[in-house]
């Protein structure tokens, strides 16, 4: 059966340990789509020539290998800037899209979190979930994570939503038939269990349509 679960949202308000746990949960395989642009923005950056150049940059999306998202350092904040940087050129999405829409629709079930899901990646998907929390509280779970200095944290998060839903290849927008899970006061447990519940509740209509 193809059951996909589509979940979007702005940097660091949980998309990840959300759709981690629902995967696990339903026994679906789990794709962190943030990773394939944090791939290409690495290596883009390492040659110096794919951050100046899309079709190089794209050559590389091409090229990508599942090895290359085992690379270290591709959770840190220089990764994070160099993907919302090739996330705006068109090619490298495009080289991207094939891949993401068979993961969406493979049998047995899939979740998939990034900007674009619900939206470009696979509008069919069965459950669409709008991951979000305040700036401030996004921030600071990504100070805990990496630390450094907390404004500067922010600005970083704060200054990549911007990119991320301005650009105009796949901005990152609600897709309307979205459900919007605000995270700011939720515990991670609390967040998860929503999300499985409401995930529970289409899997449950979606198996019993005639
Ligand atoms: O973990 P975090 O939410 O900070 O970021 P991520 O999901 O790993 O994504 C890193 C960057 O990749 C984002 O800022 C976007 O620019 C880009 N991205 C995208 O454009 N489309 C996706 N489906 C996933 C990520």
């Not at 998309?15 to 394939?36: E, N, P, Y």
């Not at 919302?84 to 629709?105: G, I, M, N, T």
């Not at 939206?119 to 600071?140: G, H, M, N, Q, Y």
């Not at 929503?194 to 995930?199: D, G, K, N, Q, R």
């Amino acid at each position: 059966m193809k059951f996909t679960v589509a979940i979007d949202g702005p940097a660091a308000a949980g998309k990840g340990t959300i759709g981690r746990a629902v995967a696990a949960h339903f026994g679906f395989a789990h794709l962190d789509t943030g990773l394939l642009y944090r791939a290409v923005g690495m290596r883009a950056l390492e040659d110096g020539r794919g951050i100046l150049d899309p079709h190089w940059a794209a050559t590389i999306a091409r090229r990508l290998r599942p090895e290359d998202l085992e690379v270290p350092g591709l959770r840190s904040a220089v990764a994070g800037r160099a993907a919302s940087k090739v996330a705006a050129l068109p090619e490298v999405r495009k080289a991207l899209l094939k891949f993401q829409r068979d993961f969406a629709r493979r049998e047995g079930g899939a979740v998939l979190d990034g900007r674009d899901i619900g939206t470009v990646i696979c509008p069919e998907a069965e459950v669409k979930l709008f991951v979000t929390a305040s700036d401030e509280v996004r921030a600071e779970r990504r100070w805990r994570e990496l630390g450094g200095d907390y404004e500067a944290v922010l600005a970083d998060v704060r200054a990549r939503d911007r990119r991320d839903s301005e650009r105009a290849a796949a901005p990152m927008r609600m897709a309307a038939d979205a459900l919007l899970l605000d995270t700011s006061d939720l515990t991670i447990d609390a967040a998860v269990a929503e999300a499985v519940a409401h995930v529970q509740s289409r899997f449950d209509a979606v198996r019993d349509r005639p």
